[in-house]
């Protein structure tokens, strides 16, 4: 496993303190560009349940996302393992998919380039 960079791992630490849900980053993971804003995890893990929850087929995979409680980690003194994403688009050529944003999880670990802000693109 590489080292994870310091510098996201800060970053991300700051978001889940709670002092600034703003922070927009595009990141490179996979060979995927992802670009968002990012969110504390307990806030991300929530919004994602939500959403399951109403699905008629997935509404029991809702819990998952819940029974695990991330400021437990944080307490522990452990450092954020993840970015999390949400308002975010997976850049593919001139187009965001999707176009109204969606949520993602990184490993920080993955991220192979990374820039502080999110990209905007046009389909002119």
Not at 32 to 53: F, H, Y
Not at 87 to 114: F, H, K
């Amino acid at each position: 496993m590489s080292n994870p960079d310091e510098l996201l791992v800060g970053i991300s630490a700051l978001v889940e303190s709670g002092q600034s849900n703003r922070m927009s980053l595009t990141v490179v993971a996979g060979g995927a560009v992802i670009t968002g804003r990012l969110a504390p995890e307990a806030v991300w893990r929530e919004r994602v349940s939500e959403v399951l929850k109403d699905s008629d087929h997935l509404g029991p995979f809702s819990g998952v996302f819940i029974a695990d409680r991330p400021q437990d980690r944080a307490d522990h003194g452990e450092p954020p393992t993840h970015l999390h994403f949400h308002l975010a688009r997976i850049l593919q050529g001139n187009v965001g998919i999707p176009d109204t944003g969606g949520m993602y999880r990184v490993a920080i670990t993955d991220v192979s380039a990374w820039t502080v802000g999110d990209f905007s693109y046009s389909d002119h």
